[in-house]
């Protein structure tokens, strides 16, 4: 058989499993960095041979399948991924930012005369979620799942306690999607393994992990024993409340109704450049974060500039994931028999 099909085909299948064990089992069997590094092997592939690309191929979809025994919920507006870029260093420390300069190449061409302003956020290492609220209170908590149906978590996440149950302020909308991501914190996860150990459980490979399994339970009560945090990141869908023409006042509008935002560690940028120089510091800080963080998120300011980009087939044009070198330890996944 053509050997690239053949490596293609490998590698679908092999990222489909992967896929599976992290999405829908929470207990993945690799690293994360050695699944980046098979994904662009194979998105390279396939870009150079569109023709050999597989139906099931994992660039074209977002995430897994939902759990049974949840409800099913149907995403109006998709939750989906982001493309990545890395920045990698050489011995001195010193970063190549290619990738970060060709995403901002790619936004300006899009634009045309329009130059962009950037959001960066950190990349919380958790699982998306979606809060639906009615005339200011919480009526449905939704998983990501495969970006078009995921779980309802609804009483989980009610458990959550900044989760807001009814939103705070005085300029509330009639409706609110709000997106986010669920967390464990460092402190809370290095708690949870060493209760699971006392009690002769198996500890649980990574916060994220810990977070996605605490989240994903069919019995509430233990949901509400684990610590989760959520932090919003920005709004699916609205009516009524602020009108906002910028990603940074949707921040600002979402701290005022109750959110956890992660305060000092984002902001508004004028240029890459600046962007760059905010990320070199948050990769610095990032041991002293009290989450875990596998990069920054940058997105274009302007809504009405998001919306001419649009998106590609899994992800927006006006965000990208700027990943940090792999921190992860191989061998937490491997020495320690997970929980699921
Ligand atoms: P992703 O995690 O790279 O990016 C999309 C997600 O980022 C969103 O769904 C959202 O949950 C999250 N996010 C965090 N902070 C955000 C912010 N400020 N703004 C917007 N979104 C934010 O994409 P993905 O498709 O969820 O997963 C791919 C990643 O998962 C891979 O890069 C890999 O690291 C990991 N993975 C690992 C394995 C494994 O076996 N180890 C398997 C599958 C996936």
Redesign the pocket.
Known sequence: MNPTLQRIQELTAL?NR??Y???TLDA?????????RL?RELEALEQAHPEYRQPDS?TQR???AALAGFETVRHEVP????N?AFSPQDENGVFDHAEMYAFDERVRGGLGAETPEYVI????????VSLLYRDGLLVRAAT?GDGASGEDVTQNAKTIANIPLRLHGGNLPDLIEV???VLMLKADFAALNRRQLEHNQKPFANPRNAAAGSLRQLDSKITAQRKLHF?A??IAQQQGGLTAAEHIQELAYLGELGFSL?YGH?GCFPDIDAVLAFYEKMQATRPDLPYE?????V?VNSLAQQETLGFVS??PRW?I?H?FPAEEALTI?EAIDVQV
């Open positions: 990222l992967y896929g064990e992290y999405y993945p069997s690799v690293p994360d960095a050695e699944y980046d994904f994992p977002v995430g897994g939750m989906l991924s982001l990545n956020e950190p990349k919380f290492d958790g699982l998306a990501r997106r986010g991501e932090f990141y920005g992660p984002f963080i596998d990069g920054m998120v997105k899994r992800a965000a994931a990943k996944v």
